[in-house]
């Protein structure tokens, strides 16, 4: 069936260093692909997404390409805060009204 | 887009009790779906809500222990009943808006 791997964590950086957390997926066809983030004690919140191979979204400084030969959607930042502390999670849907499948998630630490 | 409000945000729950969450959306969505993220781990969905019909339900999710209603194309419950600590998690609304899965900011149930 459909799924998505990601990264696993807890990845730990120092403010102002690149950030990448690595994200494929198996699909049957052609998915919708996302990154949503969860502050501490927070809900979830979109953060970027993608519809069709090689569109990149982007959000907040955040990037990600949706690369169909890799089957794949890294997420990017050039330079993380301490404010980007939080859990990540890498997803899909197959189709509108279609359930969402999520990675795992990546639990970032950002030092100052 | 759509913006998704729950209800409550946050309950300490005795053990052997049922709570009712609510979940409701400012567009009518045809589908609404529920998920459960256990303490530190990713989210599981429960059930899909098409309105004027019976939830579907995923494996490991029983109707007897997760019911839900969905009366409109803006609202649906979902009932936790007969908690145990496992039960213990947040418990989110989500619902698909134009292409994009929104969540609302989720349930935080403790059960003691």
């Known amino acids: 069936g459909d799924s998505v791997t990601q990264m696993e964590g807890p990845v730990t950086l120092s403010e102002e260093a690149f950030l990448t957390i690595n994200c494929t997926y198996t699909?049957?066809?052609?998915?919708?692909l996302f990154w949503y983030v969860q502050y501490p004690g927070e809900g979830l919140q979109l953060l970027l997404k993608?519809?069709?191979?090689?569109d990149k979204g982007s959000n907040k400084g955040f990037e990600a390409t949706y690369r169909k030969e890799t089957t794949s959607f890294h997420l990017e930042k050039g330079s993380v805060q301490v404010s980007d502390s939080a859990v990540y999670f890498c997803a899909l849907t197959m189709n509108r009204d279609d359930k969402i499948i999520f990675g795992k998630g990546t639990r970032l630490h950002i030092l100052p | 887009s759509a913006v998704i409000s729950q209800k409550p945000s946050r309950d300490i729950c005795q053990r052997g009790t049922s709570l009712t969450i609510q979940c409701q959306v400012d567009?009518?969505?045809?589908?609404m779906f529920w998920y459960r993220q256990q303490p530190g781990q990713s989210l599981t969905l429960i059930a899909t809500a098409n309105q004027g019909s019976e939830a579907t339900y995923e494996s490991g999710f029983v109707i007897d222990k997760f019911p839900i209603s969905r009366p409109n194309l803006t609202f649906s419950t979902l009932t936790v009943s007969n908690m145990s600590p496992e039960d213990s998690s947040i418990y989110l609304c989500s619902v698909d808006g134009g292409g994009t899965i929104y969540f609302g900011e989720g349930s935080w149930l403790t059960v003691v």
């Open positions: 993608a519809t069709k191979a090689d």
């Open positions: 699909a049957t066809g052609y998915p919708s």
């Open positions: 567009s009518q969505v045809t589908m």
